[in-house]
């Protein structure tokens, strides 16, 4: 938005300076003609300046919606990730498996309860003096299809992987582009960690390269900063997208 404010003071000036040399330099017959001539080169540069502001307004508007449906898949991936690592102690790095595991894997329902028991160490310890213990049992209750818990009759799970151009406004093609999927361990402390996430060159693929560049470029408070948009992370703990809260709050509405 700058760079428009500073091509509109630049066209005044421009524009000024124009009148200037007429006034001063053109003799008077001439006049009539390059006023109209005037005239039409600022209604041409007041077009371009006027196409410059709003072309990106008009892309803020439409990078947020496609954002929004991006960010709707990158949850879904991010709550199947989870329950994987609940069930199997780890994430997975690849999405068929992942979708297996969300067709076919259950979550195992448990109750903790407290108990107490006789310790027998303790108690021959004191001569048959009984001690007891606390101790806490669970149980197993039954078990609870992954699929049920995340997703219920909704099947969009099942592409889950492929970027959602189809739901995405003002898209003229539909694309196959996939996320791409990482997961691993921490080096340092063993602890699973995942990344999933996509180019924005490839959510903006039909839009200005220019406005596109500096999309990619943004660290704000309010912005998706970076070059891509991902929930996750290979570098640490962290099981959170690089979107702003304000965005969930609009997915939300």
Do not use: C
Not at 5 to 18: N, Q, S
Not at 30 to 51: C, E, H, Q, S, V
Not at 56 to 69: A, D, H, S, T
Request: net charge neutral; charged share 30%.
């Amino acid at each position: 938005m700058l760079t428009a404010i500073l091509t509109v003071v630049g066209l005044i000036i421009l524009t000024i300076g124009i009148v200037w040399l007429i006034d001063k330099f053109v003799p008077k017959k001439a006049k009539p003609i390059l006023n109209i001539l005037l005239w039409i080169l600022i209604l041409f540069l007041g077009y371009l300046t006027f196409d410059s502001i709003y072309g990106e307004i008009k892309f803020n508007k439409l990078k947020e919606k496609r954002y929004m449906v991006v960010i709707e898949r990158l949850k879904d991936i991010r709550d199947a990730q989870l329950a994987h690592r609940t069930v199997t102690g780890k994430f997975s790095g690849n999405f068929d498996e992942l979708i297996t595991f969300v067709d076919t894997a259950k979550f195992t329902i448990t109750q903790r309860r407290d108990s107490t028991v006789v310790d027998e160490e303790l108690t021959r310890r004191y001569g048959g003096v009984e001690t007891t213990k606390d101790i806490v049992i669970i149980d197993t209750l039954g078990f609870v299809p992954v699929k049920d818990s995340l997703f219920g009759a909704d099947d969009r799970y099942k592409r889950m992987m492929y970027v959602p151009f189809d739901k995405m406004q003002s898209v003229k093609e539909n694309k196959e582009a996939k996320f791409k999927l990482e997961a691993g361990r921490l080096a340092e402390d063993n602890i699973a960690v995942f990344e999933a996430s996509v180019d924005k060159d490839v959510i903006l693929f039909d839009q200005d390269k220019n406005l596109v560049n500096k999309e990619k470029q943004v660290v704000a408070v309010d912005g998706v900063n970076g070059p891509a948009l991902k929930v996750g992370s290979m570098t640490e703990v962290y099981t959170k997208g690089n979107w702003p809260k304000s965005f969930n709050a609009k997915n939300e509405e």
